[in-house]
């Protein structure tokens, strides 16, 4: 008789994970309003689990240039289907959708887009431009991919001056060929750099549950204080669907603090870490608390 590979054990999702589904009429409007204007956002594609509560706060990050990646990173939920042409009029939706939902603080992603010379930086900046015009006093927050490491891609992304430029290194370097083998680490650390020299205020995120132990989790910490990091977030990976990776572990929120402790400790003054903390999810609160101390004085 050959042996049977012992399964692993069942981990149930634990309290502080357990989210309430609400169904009221500002969560329809919210969806209603993205499909109206033929949008697509990264709280649907990727099954975030603060979508409700954001809709319900009339809030969405808008997931530009198509639904579907020229990657395939192991967590990820979205699709990498043959990519989609880039639509001109998209930047001025988003810009409308914006002021209907009465944003104070755009938060704007993408897809990756390897496909394009420019990884996309033109149309980011379209988008960002489109948003300034609609709506002048509100803040901007870009979340990018690596952009192949291009710097004069990069370039024209911060010369179109956002207020945050957010880049999410995800995962620790040892778990990248599992977990987001078309990236490399160093290519990532390399592009937040580029972006806190030129002066803009940088911010990126890792999401933990995924085989990695807390000293990868502190040394990823560290490579971001190394380069002056603004910005981190760090947040409970959850198993979007049973194709993806399963969760290795629940961190026990108390961790979470410590991860923030330590950030801290080292340099990084804006950490948030808890369980459901995402790089979007009260992207505003955190862009103020983080924001230049003449800045919050002005306000």
Known sequence: MCSQK????????????????????????TTELVKDLNLNTVCQSA???NMFECFTSHTATFLIMGNTCTRNCAFCNISNDPVEKLDAEEPARVAEAAKRLGLKHVVITS??????????ANHFAATIKAVRE???????????????GDKASLQIVIDAEPDIINHN????PMHYDAIRPQADYQQSLTLLKRVKEAGCRS????????GETDEEVRGVIDDLAAIDCDIVTIGQYMRPSRLHPEVERYVHPDVFEEYAEYGRSKGIKHMFSAPLVRSSYNAAMFADEAAPESVNEAN
């Not at 012992?6 to 409007?29: D, E, F, G, M």
């Open 134 to 148: 609609t709506l002048p006093d509100c803040s901007i927050e870009v979340l990018i991919p690596d952009l192949q």
């Open 47 to 49: 099954k975030c689990p």
């Open 203 to 210: 911010k990126s995120g890792l999401m933990v549950g995924l």
């Open 6 to 29: 012992p399964s692993k054990p069942y981990l149930r999702i634990p309290p502080w994970l357990r989210v309430k589904i609400p169904c009221n009429k500002t969560y329809t409007a």
């Open 111 to 120: 897809v990756t887009r390897d496909d394009l010379p420019d990884g996309g």
């Open 169 to 172: 290194v995800e995962t620790p």
